[in-house]
């Protein structure tokens, strides 16, 4: 069983709850995460990875986003097993140049440089995919979003899969209905679409991603438009940036579905939870109240994180994050 926090960082107050999710922790396996699993092992463990992840946010903001990211890319193929954390070699194709990840997934270094620390510390017993996991809800409480107690134990794959990366995850160009079976391949429901989404409350997306929607998709609010193609034209400058949510990029709160209710997604996957269908009222509701989403935002990533692990002597504990012992 795993417990988690929830965090409304409202302005008077903080509230704890202290919830007991009951599913979600146990894998197919049968083998369960356990928040506790390093104790003994690795008892400095936490506060190393959260001093890692405050020092690379605090270098540039939107590392943050790319740990979430990072970790979201890694669950949705084959489990969170860090596959996508392993380099290409001159003999091994693995997932980081699929087409969601090509130059665009990012944060390996701080995580290599994180796991060197742990290394240092508690030699050949923390796995990366652990150490991915706790970095992800490491940035969204720095960022100002909820906290939740990240199950451990997950061991590390001695594999990839372009193919299989290229297949699971979700692309911008997506419907609804697309999104929604996506999701539910991993297990996800309609609810953890919508809350999961709301990750892109922080962090960038190039040009490329979302030119069809700002020039084809008829649900863009004009000014929003307007400003979006003075910076991403019919063609050329693929990889400029511009923030998912244009309003507070750095930080994590609830202004991503409001804007999707403005109609000022940036990517039409956004713009497709809030387009006159059953998901529409999930969004006005985490647009009017954070709390809400704070909520199922921590039970969707508690979800998301126990994809698939690979448990007791499945897999191996690498020691460089980039590749197989
Ligand atoms: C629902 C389906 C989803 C689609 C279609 C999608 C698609 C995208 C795309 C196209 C980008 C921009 C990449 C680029 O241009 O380099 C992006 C960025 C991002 N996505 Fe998603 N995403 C989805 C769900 C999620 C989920 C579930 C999470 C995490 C829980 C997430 C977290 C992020 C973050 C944080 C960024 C910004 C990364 C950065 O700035 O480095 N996304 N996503
Ligand atoms: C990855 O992106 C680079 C730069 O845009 C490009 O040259 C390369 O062909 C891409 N690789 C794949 C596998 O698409
Ligand atoms: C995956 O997508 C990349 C980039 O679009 C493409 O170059 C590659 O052929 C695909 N690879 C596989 C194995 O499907
Ligand atoms: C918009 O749609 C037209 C017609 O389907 C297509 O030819 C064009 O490539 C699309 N534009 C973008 C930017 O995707
Ligand atoms: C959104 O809804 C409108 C009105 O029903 C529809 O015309 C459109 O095709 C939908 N999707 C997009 C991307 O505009």
Request: charged share 20%; proline share 4%.
């Amino acid at each position: 069983m795993i417990g988690y926090v929830f965090n409304t960082k409202a302005p008077m107050a903080s509230y704890y709850f202290l919830l007991l999710v009951l599913v979600g922790a146990t894998t197919a396996s049968g083998a369960e995460l356990c928040a506790d699993f390093y104790s003994c092992t690795c008892p400095n463990l936490l506060p190393i990875v959260k001093k890692g992840v405050a020092k690379a946010i605090q270098k540039e903001p939107r590392m943050g986003a790319s740990l979430l990211r990072l970790h979201f890319h890694d669950c949705f193929v084959n489990g969170c097993d860090a596959s996508i954390l392993l380099d290409d070699t001159s003999n091994f194709i693995g997932e980081q140049t699929a087409a969601a990840n090509n130059q665009s997934a990012r944060g390996f270094n701080v995580i290599n440089d994180i796991k060197a620390s742990v290394e240092k510390e508690c030699p050949r017993v923390v796995s990366c995919a652990d150490i991915l996991a706790l970095s992800a809800r490491d940035s969204v409480v720095y960022l100002g979003g909820p906290s939740w107690e990240v199950g451990l134990g997950r061991r590390d794959s001695t594999t990839a899969s372009r193919s299989d990366a290229n297949n699971s995850i979700p692309g911008p160009f997506l419907s609804l209905t697309a999104l929604i079976n996506n999701f539910a391949n991993q297990g996800l429901s309609v609810t953890d679409l919508v809350a999961l989404s709301g990750a892109h409350t922080i962090g960038l997306a190039e040009c490329k991603n979302f030119r069809a929607h700002i020039y084809n998709d008829s649900n863009v609010d004009p000014s929003y438009r307007k400003f979006l193609q003075s910076k991403c034209p019919r063609s050329g400058n693929d990889k400029t940036l511009e923030p998912l949510d244009h309003q507070t990029p750095i930080h994590f709160d609830n202004l991503y579905f409001q804007n999707l209710v403005s109609k000022k997604a940036l990517l039409h996957s956004d713009q497709e939870l809030f387009n006159g269908s059953s998901t529409d009222n999930l969004v006005r509701k985490y647009a009017t109240n954070a709390a809400a989403f704070f909520e199922d935002f921590a039970k969707g990533m508690l979800k998301m994180s126990n994809i698939k692990p690979l448990t007791g002597s499945q897999g191996q504990i690498r020691i460089n994050c980039g590749k197989v012992n």
